[in-house]
């Protein structure tokens, strides 16, 4: 490879989100091209570490930052900057992208900054205030990428942008998230979950946190139950609002058709036994939950937020919904209770995700992108001062 890259990807945490996971990707696949791959970590929450699989030459880093804005942490980054002296640096996130920049500014070293996007609405008033100070840093960035089009022409709209703006889909590996299990198997895990042949099992894999909207699900299983249809449901983690939907349950009187798994490493055995996959959030870009559960086969229904509409084709791959329409949402399970109907819709989603959404294509876009950017600067770095303004970043 003449000119490898040397990007260091940083993140809030390590902890089991979907931008980890995908800079945690990118990180991997990179190396395995033969790019020296670094990677940094401001809050010492590592749940996702074990899965970095770095080669000679690359690193992983925690800031250990301790609050919001740790200056300690931040001259520790730029001394980081300087020791590695990376090509590019990829943030996730606003969070990241103000960390790196400030680090950049520390270290006085001249290296492009691309920030990754990864949400569309900002839920609380802190999180629309900062923003007001993350816009700062986005416009400084040489670079922001955008995970789905409509996220993409939201922010725009919002003057939320760098000097380049792409947008890239999500991918996932469609042989890593492939279900090879037996029949068997899947008997058995359901026994051990408590679900029986006879059940309906709709699935959730997501944090447990206000936004995914989880107790809305225990309302449409308690609406289906209802309506005489066997349904249960699995949710493939835990976080704070676990005791929030327990509660629900026992409201509702469903306590014992809701089955919490805990944080689960691999959640692919768990999808496997669901016979459909839900989405319910109040707010997504462009879920990686919902593409793995596609490529394994299921039929996904979810809210009508963010790139869904751009992932799903309704009726065909699965649902949409309108977000927060609980009687809509339970509609929609409903259909999918149907044997037949649910195998068509999950052959149509993994046909879909391998076409569309693969993992290959996302990090080529990546890889193309970094490259044209590392190549930019480099030739700014030779010309004249007054004649860099010419190549299109900063």
């Not at 007001?132 to 939320?160: G, I, M, N």
């Not at 408590?194 to 309302?219: C, T, W």
């Not at 929609?332 to 989603?349: F, I, K, P, V």
């Amino acid at each position: 490879m003449l000119n490898p890259l040397r990007p260091l990807f940083v993140t809030g945490s390590l902890c089991h989100g979907g931008a980890e996971r995908h800079a945690i990707t990118l990180v991997n696949r990179l190396t395995e091209r033969g790019h020296e791959c670094h990677a940094v970590y401001i809050k010492n929450d590592a749940g996702q570490i074990d899965r970095l699989r770095l080669r000679d030459g690359g690193s992983v880093h925690c800031l250990d930052a301790v609050r919001y804005f740790d200056r300690r942490a931040l001259a520790d980054f730029a001394a980081h900057i300087v020791r590695i002296r990376p090509s590019v640096i990829v943030a996730a996130n606003p969070y990241a992208l103000m960390y790196s920049w400030l680090a950049l500014r520390l270290s006085r070293l001249r290296v492009p900054l691309v920030v990754t996007y990864h949400s569309t609405r900002l839920l609380g008033v802190k999180e629309q205030l900062q923003m007001v100070l993350y816009r700062l840093f986005f416009w400084a960035a040489d670079c922001s990428v955008f995970v789905c089009e409509k996220q993409r022409r939201h922010w725009l709209r919002r003057t939320v942008f760098s000097g380049r703006n792409e947008m890239i889909y999500n991918g996932v590996d469609t042989e890593e998230f492939c279900d090879r299990s037996s029949p068997e198997e899947r008997t058995r895990l359901r026994g051990a979950l408590g679900f029986s042949s006879a059940d309906y099992v709709i699935g959730i894999s997501a944090r447990l946190r206000p936004e995914k909207n989880h107790v809305q699900l225990v309302d449409a299983v308690a609406m289906l139950r209802g309506m005489g249809i066997p349904a249960r449901l699995l949710m493939i983690g835990d976080g704070d609002s676990r005791e929030v939907i327990e509660s629900r349950a026992r409201e509702l009187k469903v306590e014992h058709d809701v089955v919490i798994t805990g944080l689960k490493q691999d959640v692919r055995p768990y999808v496997a036994v669901c016979d459909a996959m839900v989405l319910c959030s109040h707010t997504e870009a462009f879920s990686l939950a919902a593409i793995e559960a596609m490529a394994m086969g299921k039929p996904f229904v979810h809210s009508d937020v963010g790139g869904a509409a751009e992932m799903i084709r309704h009726g065909e791959d699965g649902f949409l919904f309108p977000a927060g329409d609980t009687g809509a949402l339970a509609d929609r399970l409903a259909r999918l209770a149907d044997q037949m109907e649910r195998e068509r819709m999950g052959s149509n989603a993994r046909a879909r995700v391998k076409a569309l959404f693969s993992e290959k294509t996302m990090v080529d876009r990546y890889e193309k992108m970094l490259l044209e950017i590392q190549s930019i600067v480099a030739a700014q770095e030779r010309q004249p001062l007054h004649n860099r303004s010419e190549t299109g970043l900063r």
